[in-house]
C-alpha cells in the first residue's frame, strides 16, 4: 500500500509535542493528551487484544478514573490513522469494526517502549489533575522557574547536558508520580 501515512521507523507517530500549559492555550479545559500520546496509548491497548472504538473509549476512561472520557470523534479518526499507517488492521464483527494490531505495528511499539511509559506517567499527572487536585502557588512557581531555566540554557545542549537534564526531570517527575512516600 501507498500511503502517505505509512509507517516510518524514525517517525514518532505525530506533530511533536504540545506542552503548553492550559493557560498558554487560552481554553479552559486541559488537554489531556500530547500530540502523539493517544495514538501510542491505542495502539498499545490494541496490542493487548483486538478491541473496537467503544472499548477503546472504556479503557482510556478507565485509565483515567472515570474523570475524563474520550469522545468518538477523537478515537476514530485516531484509528484511522493507524490504519492508514498499517500498524492496526480493522475487521468486521457483527456492525462493529474490531482492530488487531500488525508486525508493523508491534515493531513500532517495541521501537517506542520509552515514549508510552511517558504517556501512562502524564495519564497518571493528568488523572490527579482532572480529579480536581490543584497545584499550590509555590509549586507553580517553581515550575515557572524550571521553564525559566530551561530557556536560558537554550543553544548549550552538548549529548551529555542534554542526557543530564533529561535524567534530572524524568527523575523528578517519577518522583512526584510517585508520591510522598518516595521523598521519605
Do not use: C
Amino acid at each position: 500500500m501507498n500511503s502517505p501515512y505509512k509507517y516510518q521507523p524514525e517517525s514518532d507517530l505525530g506533530e511533536g509535542l504540545d506542552r503548553r500549559s492550559v493557560r498558554e492555550r487560552g481554553s479552559r479545559n486541559p488537554r489531556v493528551f500530547a500530540a502523539g500520546d493517544l495514538k501510542l496509548l491505542l495502539l498499545s491497548l490494541v496490542s493487548e487484544q483486538p478491541r473496537h472504538g467503544y472499548d477503546l473509549i472504556q479503557q482510556v476512561e478507565a485509565l483515567f478514573d472515570g474523570a475524563y472520557s474520550p469522545s468518538p470523534g477523537v478515537i476514530y479518526p485516531t484509528m484511522a490513522f493507524l490504519e492508514a499507517g498499517e500498524l492496526v488492521v480493522p475487521t468486521l464483527e457483527g456492525e462493529k469494526k474490531s482492530y488487531s494490531i500488525t508486525d508493523i505495528g508491534r515493531a513500532f511499539l517495541a521501537q517506542q517502549h520509552v515514549a508510552l511509559s511517558g504517556v501512562r506517567m502524564r495519564i497518571d499527572v493528568s488523572r490527579r489533575s482532572l480529579r480536581s487536585q490543584h497545584r499550590p502557588e509555590e509549586i507553580h512557581e517553581a515550575v515557572h522557574n524550571l521553564r525559566h531555566a530551561l530557556q536560558l540554557h537554550q543553544g548549550l545542549w552538548s549529548p551529555s547536558e542534554i542526557q543530564r537534564v533529561h535524567d534530572l526531570l524524568n527523575n523528578t517527575a517519577k518522583a512526584i508520580v510517585d508520591g510522598p512516600a518516595r521523598f521519605e
